[in-house]
Nanobody, 115 residues
Framework: QVQLVESGGGLVQAGDSLRLSCAASRSIFSINAMGWYRQAPGKQRELVARISDRGITAYADSVKGRFTISRDSVKNTVNLQMNIMKPEDTAIYYC?????????WGQGTQVTVSS
């Protein structure tokens, strides 16, 4: 099993930056893939960014060039650096991990971007 705990959400203004962290209960390098998803009110949950166990990254078109996903081997976290934020980035952000043919989710952290 994998437990995930997100942190770093909050309220920012358009154009600001914010950094989310996801702490995992097992080594992030033993997990097949980890990612960040988000769900805005009335919308489906969508992929924001993903990183494989080999470090290969993928991003939603809407965040390319603004968001960066990375791994911190010391803190055993997967981070999402969000720059030039927009009001449409407002959502609950969830950390996800694929491990041993199962998918695990964190509890989510609220990100609100004011215009």
């Amino acid at each position: 099993q994998v437990q995930l705990v997100e942190s770093g959400g909050g309220l920012v203004q358009a154009g600001d930056s914010l950094r989310l962290s996801c702490a995992a209960s097992r080594s992030i390098f033993s997990i097949n893939a980890m990612g960040w998803y988000r769900q805005a009110p009335g919308k489906q949950r969508e992929l924001v960014a993903r990183i494989s166990d080999r470090g290969i990254t993928a991003y939603a078109d809407s965040v390319k060039g603004r968001f960066t996903i990375s791994r911190d081997s010391v803190k055993n976290t997967v981070n999402l650096q969000m720059n030039i934020m927009k009001p449409e980035d407002t959502a609950i952000y969830y950390c996800n991990a694929d491990y041993a043919y199962r998918s695990y989710w964190g509890q989510g952290t609220q990100v609100t971007v004011s215009s």
